[in-house]
């Protein structure tokens, strides 16, 4: 029968070994695998509170680009009169212009940041006026009636979230004003077209 050899001493430290024993190894601190794997536990959740810190106390800057020259682009192309915005505020940032022309359908896009940090944007164009509506209305949106706005009566459709369009068909022309942000900052940017 194999004789028990207490691992602790009442004194707290290790019994010494018998005859034909090895002494136990000491354990001399940690490999550095062990210190990696420690130094990853530390880390890793102050690495994750600095980005949240960041990202919530960082005012996102958006890139701002000149819509002029899409909108000179369109107005070239002369398949419609091009409405552009006018008198809107310094708060208002165009994040995205482009105009495309495929087979004589030409169509302008105009994105924006508003000032209370919504998203909009202008589609102009003289493409099939229930394709454009199709692709801009959200899913789920509902018909809420019309606005007068600048003069002419928009169609207005609400989704959930925020989202809503207001469209003004022509016979001509197809403009649409997309956007996630109140009904004030839509019939803004609706206004402002000239």
């Known amino acids: 029968m194999a004789r028990r050899v207490p691992l602790y001493t009442d004194e707290g430290t290790p019994p010494a070994p018998t005859e034909g024993e090895a002494a136990p190894r000491r354990r001399r601190g940690g490999t550095g695998r062990d210190m990696i794997i420690s130094m990853a536990v530390l880390l890793v959740p102050i690495l994750i509170a600095v980005g949240v810190w960041q990202y919530l106390s960082s005012d996102r800057q958006v890139t701002v680009v000149d819509a002029k020259p899409a909108i000179t682009q369109a107005r070239q192309a002369d398949r419609f ?63 809420a009636g019309s606005q007068h706005i600048g003069g002419a009566d928009w169609a207005r459709y609400t989704g959930d979230k925020n989202n809503q369009v207001l469209a003004l068909l022509q016979p001509d022309r197809t403009i649409l004003v997309v956007g996630q942000t109140n009904d004030d900052e839509m019939r803004t940017l609706a206004g402002s077209l000239h």
């Open 81 to 143: 009169p091009v409405a552009a915005p006018r008198r809107l505020g310094p708060d208002w940032k165009v994040t995205s212009a482009e105009t495309t022309d495929q087979r004589g359908t030409v169509t302008l896009r105009l994105g924006y940041v508003t000032p209370s940090g919504g998203f909009a944007q202008i589609v102009e164009s003289n493409g099939d006026a229930a394709k454009l509506l199709s692709d801009a209305v959200p899913k789920h949106a509902r018909p």
